[in-house]
Nanobody
Framework: VQLQASGGGLVQAGGSLRLSCTAS????????TGWFRQAPGKEREFIGA????????YYADSVKGRFTITRDNARNTVYLQMNSLKSEDTGVYYC??????????????????WGQGTQVTVSS
């Protein structure tokens, strides 16, 4: 499975941005997809995830109510809609995917595939 993330950029605080992650390859073997981010000098942080079969979503407390993960099955694409952005949302955002049957959660070790990352910068 290959993951291609896009949609990052510069936005003012309070604004919105939508990231996309398109999967290719053996997408039928995917169990779930998600997003992580890493700010400069900080640990990588779980943002949220969506199970591929049941479409159940999970979010970190830091983004709950502001970020939403959705998917377009026909395009094998997962979206991360980010609203009410804050300066602390700045970082490199990575889309991830797990193989079918794996329990997904907030640990990066639970994901088997990683995209290349896209930069999000929120100016205050």
């Amino acid at each position: 499975v290959q993951l291609q993330a896009s949609g990052g950029g510069l936005v003012q605080a309070g604004g919105s941005l939508r990231l996309s992650c398109t999967a290719s390859g053996r997408t039928f073997s995917m169990g779930g997809t998600g997003w992580f981010r890493q700010a400069p000098g900080k640990e990588r942080e779980f943002i949220g995830a969506l199970t591929w079969i049941s479409s159940i979503t999970y979010y970190a407390d830091s983004v709950k109510g502001r970020f939403t993960i959705t998917r377009d099955n026909a395009r094998n694409t997962v979206y991360l809609q980010m609203n009410s952005l804050k300066s602390e949302d700045t970082g490199v955002y990575y889309c991830v995917a797990s193989v079918l049957g794996r329990q997904i959660g907030s640990s990066d070790s639970e994901y088997d595939y990683w995209g290349q990352g896209t930069q999000v910068t929120v100016s205050s």
